[in-house]
DNA sequence: TTTTTTCGACTACCACGGTAGTTTTCGCCG
DNA sequence: CGGCGAAAACTACCGTGGTAGTCGAAAAAA
């Protein structure tokens, strides 16, 4: 029984849903329709599969299905990356960003942001405290 | 007709070939054993499918084939992290690294190495030149 | 009330990662 | 030369992402 690992279909309708809180299999049918041509019937049984998951949870009104998100964003990104992290980089996230900078994806400036943020990071771990 | 995607154990095989540069099946199947505890057939056939998929290159030596890996690693990390970061992060990778520090897996001391690892490629970068 | 539209439910496929058993091949040793 | 043993080849199976058609029920329209 390996990790579910959700693909690009599963990622797209959770973040239509992440926006909306609420959406129709017809609403993310429409949201996706401009980068994917997919049909309508698509949306639907991706759905429900993923409820089956319980990646999304349906509620009823009236003859329609309401769909929303039932993992947060943050959850999945977290789970993604750290995914990523432990399969190429040995679980050392300091070497995945070591990986961007050699293949030149960060620049000076990128870093000297990052190290900003740090410190913003730091302050507010300190006032939650 | 979408990417591959390779898995865990094609990975795991991946990382065998990069540090052996040639291994039989009963090398893998050996390397491999510790960690997963998987017959040497899952093996073969993981390695032919591979070989279908020109991941790896097979070289007849008798009646032993003996593999070689035919993406460098590099490559296929770029490749990884790529399509994470347009998954997740709409193609930029310094949300990527600004998640890693909002979940708190990078500290200060780890954002100033980095920053002495871009100085230093760029450095490397203009030697070249 | 009858017809048409709209949804969801069910079913069916395909590709592919992962896992392994069965069969065939082939070189080597006695 | 014949049989043994190891390696490769073939086959099979499951789960799951992705894609979509069909069908039935229910609501809306005529």
């Known amino acids: 029984?390996?990790?579910?690992?959700?693909?690009?279909?599963?990622?797209?309708?959770?973040?239509?849903?992440?926006?909306?809180?609420?959406?129709?299999?017809?609403?993310?049918h429409e949201s996706l329709l401009v980068d994917r041509g997919l049909a309508t019937t698509t949306i639907a049984?991706?759905?429900?599969?993923?409820?089956?998951?319980?990646l999304v949870a349906q509620r009823r009104d009236g003859r329609v299905l309401i769909?929303?998100?039932?993992?947060?964003?943050d959850a999945v990104h977290r789970s993604l990356v750290g995914d990523l992290v432990a399969r190429l980089f040995d679980g050392d996230p300091?070497?995945?960003?070591?990986?961007?900078?050699?293949?030149?994806?960060?620049?000076a400036a990128a870093i000297d942001e990052l190290?900003?943020?740090?410190?913003?990071?730091?302050?507010?771990?300190s006032d939650v405290r």
Not at 12 to 25: F, K
Not at 115 to 125: D, L, P, S, T
């Open 115 to 125: 190290r900003r943020r740090v410190q913003k990071r730091r302050k507010e771990a």
């Open 45 to 54: 049984t991706m759905l429900r599969k993923m409820e089956e998951r319980h």
């Open 94 to 107: 300091k070497a995945l960003v070591h990986h961007l900078i050699d293949e030149g994806d960060l620049d």
């Open 1 to 28: 029984m390996a990790r579910p690992r959700l693909g690009d279909l599963q990622l797209a309708i959770l973040e239509v849903l992440w926006e909306r809180a609420e959406a129709t299999v017809a609403d993310v």
């Open 67 to 73: 769909y929303r998100a039932r993992v947060e964003r």
